[in-house]
Nanobody, 120 residues
Framework: QVQLVESGGGLVQAGGSLRLSCAAS????????MGWFRQAPGKEREFVAA????????MYADSVKGRFTISRDNAKNTVALQMNSLKPEDTAVYYC?????????????WGQGTQVTVSS
């Protein structure tokens, strides 16, 4: 079992920044690919970013590329999502996932989600 707890969401104006954090506990964290997903009201969940177990490789959705940065600290069992130049369309509940399948948007482990609201 892996338990994931997100934090750092909130309300920010367009153009601002937020940093989300996900704390993991349970099974060994270092061996897992970690990912961030989001779901806006009335929309399906979508992939945002993922990072390899070593932190040496990351991938991003086209909609956030160049604005968001995913990172991890295996010593602290945390993964972060730095979000800059936020847009109103980034408004969503953001979820942390362990070992996600990016193609199917499925994962065995999800956090409870943290709300991000970007005002125009």
């Amino acid at each position: 079992q892996v338990q994931l707890v997100e934090s750092g969401g909130g309300l920010v104006q367009a153009g601002g920044s937020l940093r989300l954090s996900c704390a993991a506990s349970g099974r060994t964290f270092g061996g897992n690919v970690m990912g961030w997903f989001r779901q806006a009201p009335g929309k399906e969940r979508e992939f945002v970013a993922a990072i390899s177990w070593s932190g040496g490789s990351a991938m991003y959705a086209d909609s956030v590329k160049g604005r968001f940065t995913i990172s991890r600290d295996n010593a602290k069992n945390t993964v972060a999502l730095q979000m800059n130049s936020l847009k109103p369309e980034d408004t969503a509940v953001y979820y942390c996932a362990a070992n996600p399948n990016i193609a199917t948007l499925r994962s065995d482990y999800w956090g409870q989600g943290t709300q991000v609201t970007v005002s125009s």
